[in-house]
Each structure stands twice: as structure tokens, then as C-alpha cells.
């Protein structure tokens, strides 16, 4: 049963997970926190994070995506549904 918090994400949000070390937690969020506000970052657990966006700014958050998956290399691990709206959003506080 989606919260109500999943239900607010998917009605005006695309979201994207991905899974990277713990130590680059801060990383990723300084990289959406000079993006200009293209994101909302919230952490799951450990590396497991969310970032939620809305639909006019899907193109700027899978460009960013991307761009950290090359810098993150292996160790950063995206959704395979990167690029389609996440059906799966989260309660966890944001960072």
C-alpha cells in the first residue's frame, strides 16, 4: 500500500534510485545542491538513495545521473529503469 508520501511523489515527481558508497553520499548530494535545485535527495539507508525531481526537469536529473555514473564509476549503481518515472518512492528523511 503506497504512503502518502509515495503518493505525493509519483503524482508531481520523476524519481530515480541509486545505490552508491556511503562515503559519496555527501558527494552526490553537493553535486544536486549546485545543480540549482534540479533534485531532492533522500537516503534510504547507507548509499541507497532517491532523488526526486519534477517532470519538466526529468532530462536535467538523467543528465546528472549519468554523469555520476561515469564518475562513480562501478561502485555507483542506477535503477534500470532510469529514465521512466520509479513507481517505488520513499519515506526517509531528506539529507
Do not use: W
Request: hydrophobic share 45%; proline share 5%.
Amino acid at each position: 500500500m503506497p504512503t502518502r508520501v509515495q503518493e505525493r511523489l509519483e503524482r508531481g515527481l520523476v524519481v530515480r534510485r541509486l545505490s552508491v558508497r556511503r562515503r559519496d553520499v555527501v558527494f552526490v548530494k553537493g553535486i544536486l545542491e549546485a545543480s540549482e535545485g534540479v533534485a531532492s535527495l533522500f537516503a534510504e539507508r547507507g548509499g541507497e538513495l532517491v532523488l526526486a525531481a519534477p517532470h519538466e526537469r526529468a532530462a536535467a536529473l538523467d543528465e546528472i545521473v549519468r554523469d555520476l555514473r561515469l564518475e562513480l564509476g562501478p561502485e555507483c549503481v542506477v535503477d534500470d529503469r532510469v529514465g521512466e518515472p520509479d513507481r517505488v518512492a520513499s519515506e526517509a528523511p531528506i539529507l
